[in-house]
């Protein structure tokens, strides 16, 4: 693997909305994120994906975009965007945006333009089908629910392609004038000042052509749209033009969204010439999922969360560099899903810290998970605003699975819990805005915020700190960013153990996953104690007894 200067970085994901508000209207905005940038270099951040706040209705929350060249007033200003640019370049650090190019909004240009005139230039813009049946369309399902169809505005027979919100029509990326204004869009922001990209659910931009049904998979008569990537051939051909005409020349950093991606095309996308800088594993994300709905989900136990991250990590290590997350925008907070349901405290959240963090590849925070930050517990449906989860609670209703339980599924998967504001402090509103916040703050703000766990150091935060200061220290740096991965003690229950081996040294990450005590064999003497999360670290004769959620980072003797 060819080393880049983005291998040793630490990433840091911020969902705007939600990060900081400075002006009291409850929306976390483009000053905020500048106002924080010091404490995000003092965590030990050096680079940062900001999800979308470009101009947009916000449907689906920005990744709906509306004009590709302009900040939605909602978040700032181009010239905030300039600033931001210029103050993390300052601090050294670098800022990626979100590409969200597979749909824009209908609310874009491109889309008025193509229901004005369908046969026109907009109109191929888009995937527009002209019938007067349209029992005959593809019997797709969108991600979001309903089918992947819907009535273009203004007319009676034509019809528009959305995978996500049919407020997000999906652009015709075979057509190449539209490939032409996306480079040009891409490169005007690199140009600026911008360090790069994360591809959002970038797979989908390659359709299984032409459209045709497959077997329905669920009562309702349509087969989910991830359905035809398995037939879609030839996403590379776009990708690897993407790739040359803008990333490549300015040496800029992408990080890819893709699930559902085939074994095969691993090199192509993270090989030394791939398509992306990275990707992200979503193997443990996806683990349990069920095409029936959210209540069917299977929970994980922490020898499948060790399997999946195992697994992924021995199958890319030949090829490239992975992302490793536990949580994103889309996802219930980490410590809520790959901790045991009545064993979440701040010693199990900085075992699973540990694990994931040391693993090969890159390491990505998102905003409050240095802190521990934890789902959020719902009342009613009526608190729901994620339209995703809204979707599946309909769904599960249909399938006669009863409010109560489907509402429990739903807080347990809605997109909203790792949404909900960043816990600042123990003022109100946990000194996220001084107005009324888009999104309720999570009620346990009072002791779950950063300015107590600042004080405290014990604390997740100065766990996370640790973490990053471990990865970047002269001793241990070239050992965990470039050294391989080995997993150790692989059967045993609820030990998550594995090995950083380079030519200089060896180290062993191990954690005791679960309340009770255990003792474990070492294999071989202990050099040092790099990292430790609890009070001692007891070794006999080459055995450890280790205390409940407790981690150890081991250098050990040649
Ligand atoms: O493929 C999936 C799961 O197997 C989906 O989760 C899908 O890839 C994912 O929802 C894509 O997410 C991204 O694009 C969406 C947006 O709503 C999400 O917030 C974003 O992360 C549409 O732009
Ligand atoms: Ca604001």
């Not at 106002?35 to 900001?50: A, E, H, T």
């Not at 979001?144 to 995978?163: C, I, N, T």
């Not at 204004?181 to 931009?205: H, K, P, Q, S, V």
């Not at 380079?502 to 003497?525: C, F, H, I, R, W």
Request: net charge negative.
């Amino acid at each position: 693997m060819k080393k880049q200067w983005w291998n040793d970085k630490i990433c840091y994901q911020i969902y705007p909305k939600s990060f900081c508000d400075t002006n009291g209207d409850g929306i976390g905005d483009l000053p905020g994120i500048i106002s924080k940038l010091d404490y995000l270099k003092d965590l030990g951040v050096d680079m940062i994906w900001i999800s979308p706040m470009y101009a947009s209705p916000l449907a689906d929350q920005g990744y709906d975009i509306s004009d590709y060249y302009d900040i939605d007033p909602r978040f700032g200003t181009l010239a905030d965007m300039d600033r931001l640019l210029a103050e993390a370049h300052k601090r050294d650090m670098k800022i990626l945006m979100d590409l969200v190019v597979n749909h824009c909004s209908d609310e874009h240009e491109w889309f008025r333009k193509a229901c004005e005139d369908p046969e026109g230039r907009y109109g191929k813009f888009f995937y527009l089908e002209h019938t007067e049946h349209p029992e005959e369309l593809c019997n797709w399902r969108s991600y979001f629910g309903g089918s992947v169809w819907e009535k273009l505005p203004g007319h009676e027979d034509y019809y528009y392609l959305h995978v996500f919100h049919r407020k997000q029509p999906d652009l015709n990326w075979e057509n190449p004038e539209l490939r032409e204004e996306i480079y040009r869009m891409i490169n005007w922001w690199l140009d600026r000042g911008l360090d790069g990209y994360r591809l959002d659910a970038i797979i989908n931009i390659k359709k299984a052509l032409p459209f045709r049904s497959y077997e329905a998979d669920r009562d309702d008569n349509m087969v989910t749209c991830t359905r035809m990537l398995h037939d879609a051939e030839g996403i590379g051909g776009f990708l690897g033009e993407m790739r040359d005409r803008c990333f490549k020349p300015h040496n800029a950093f992408t990080v890819g969204e893709v699930f559902n991606e085939k074994d095969s095309e691993l090199p192509d996308f993270i090989g030394d010439n791939g398509f992306f800088s990275s990707m992200f594993d979503f193997s443990a994300t996806v683990f349990g999922e069920s095409q029936l709905g959210l209540h069917d989900r299977r929970d994980i136990t922490p020898d499948d969360y060790r399997n999946c991250i195992f697994a992924a990590q021995k199958r890319i290590e030949p090829v490239g560099f992975i992302s490793n997350i536990i949580e994103n925008h889309d996802e219930p907070r980490g410590v809520c899903r790959y901790i045991p349901e009545g064993e979440i405290s701040a010693d199990s959240k900085k075992v699973l810290a540990t694990v994931y963090f040391l693993l090969r590849g890159l390491p990505w925070i998102y905003q409050g998970q240095e802190i521990g930050m934890e789902n959020w517990k719902l009342d009613s449906i009526e608190q729901v605003d994620d339209i995703s989860a809204l979707d599946s609670y309909k769904v599960m209703l249909e399938a006669g699975v009863s409010e109560e339980e489907a509402l429990r599924a739903v807080e347990k998967y809605s997109r909203d819990n790792a949404r909900t504001p960043f816990q600042w402090d123990g003022t109100a509103q946990a000194g996220f805005t001084t107005g009324t916040p888009w999104l309720p703050v999570n009620p346990n703000y009072t002791e779950l915020n950063l300015e107590a766990q600042k004080n405290d150091p014990a604390s997740v935060f100065h766990h996370y700190r640790k973490l990053t200061r471990l990865r970047k220290s002269a001793e241990y740096r070239d050992t965990l960013v470039y050294g391989s991965f080995e997993p150790y003690l692989q059967d045993r229950h609820n030990v998550i153990a594995y090995f950083r081996k380079s030519d200089k040294q060896t180290m062993l990450v191990m954690a005791n996953y679960q309340t009770e005590p255990q003792t474990l064999p070492l294999p071989g003497n202990v050099k040092k104690v790099a990292l430790n999360t609890a009070s001692e670290v007891k070794t006999v004769d080459k055995e450890i007894t280790m205390q409940g959620y407790q981690a150890v980072v081991l250098e050990l003797e040649d």
